[in-house]
């Protein structure tokens, strides 16, 4: 008995020893094809490339946030960021940390979405208490996505003088991409055009960048018409 208790040990722990070196070599040959996707990411200067190939690593590599901000770090626009972010997620292994990568955009909009579209959505995800209830303290809400209203007023201003609608149009997506508007200040940007299908026209355009897309129907109550009102609905429907 005491022999054959000797041998199953020994090879207890020579199963051990061989499931660690396996751990060992596929940490290593991970960390060794993340270093490939770094090198093919720097060395081009087109922007689609880089995208292209660090959404080929995160969508068949597990990953840490870590590595995500370190690739995020070279694309150049919030929407490729989103767009890789959004692909990486489900492989990332340490989504308690994920909030990090938030620092990494420059439009505020873009974060709300980004946090509505993957830990939100995770119910796996434990947060500390938040004492004011909602979210967790380190997720923005709609209240932090909100210009002041001085400059607010500017904006307006500076679409109402446009004297052609397009022209209208133009400015008011220029602010709507460039800043960080409530669901509020994004209906009185709508409301400044005259015409429904112009209206429509902006409140797709904005859908992107509202910080509450799932809030998007009481965009309804700027339309006139009830024609235009069911496109928005079958527009939002579409986008579900």
Not at 97 to 103: G, L
């Amino acid at each position: 008995m005491k022999k054959i208790a000797i041998l199953l040990f020994a090879l207890i722990l020579i199963l051990s020893m061989h499931k660690q070196g396996l751990a060992q070599n596929n940490g290593a040959h991970s960390s060794d094809k993340f270093s490939a996707c770094m090198r093919s990411i720097k060395s081009s200067q087109n922007h689609q490339v880089r995208y292209n190939n660090a959404t080929q690593y995160f969508l068949n590599e597990w990953s840490t946030t870590r590595q995500l901000q370190d690739v995020c770090y070279y694309l150049p626009n919030d929407e490729l960021k989103f767009q890789l972010c959004m692909a990486a997620y489900p492989k990332i292994i340490d989504k308690n940390n994920f909030a990090k990568i938030y620092d990494s955009f420059f439009t505020f909009s873009y974060v709300i979405r980004l946090y509505h579209n993957t830990q939100a959505k995770d119910g796996s995800l434990e947060y500390e208490h938040n004492p004011n209830g909602g979210y967790p303290s380190t997720i923005p809400t709609e209240n932090d996505c909100n210009t002041g209203a001085e400059e607010f007023s500017h904006i307006l201003t500076a679409i109402k003088e446009q004297t052609f609608a397009n022209a209208q149009k133009r400015a008011a997506k220029i602010y709507i991409a460039k800043k960080c508007l409530s669901m509020n200040q994004l209906q009185q940007i709508v409301s400044v055009l005259t015409m429904d299908g112009d209206r429509l026209e902006i409140i797709k355009y904005l859908y992107d960048y509202a910080p509450f897309p799932e809030k998007m129907y009481a965009f309804r109550k700027v339309l006139t018409f009830s024609v235009s009102k069911k496109k928005l609905d079958q527009f939002l429907i579409d986008k579900q």
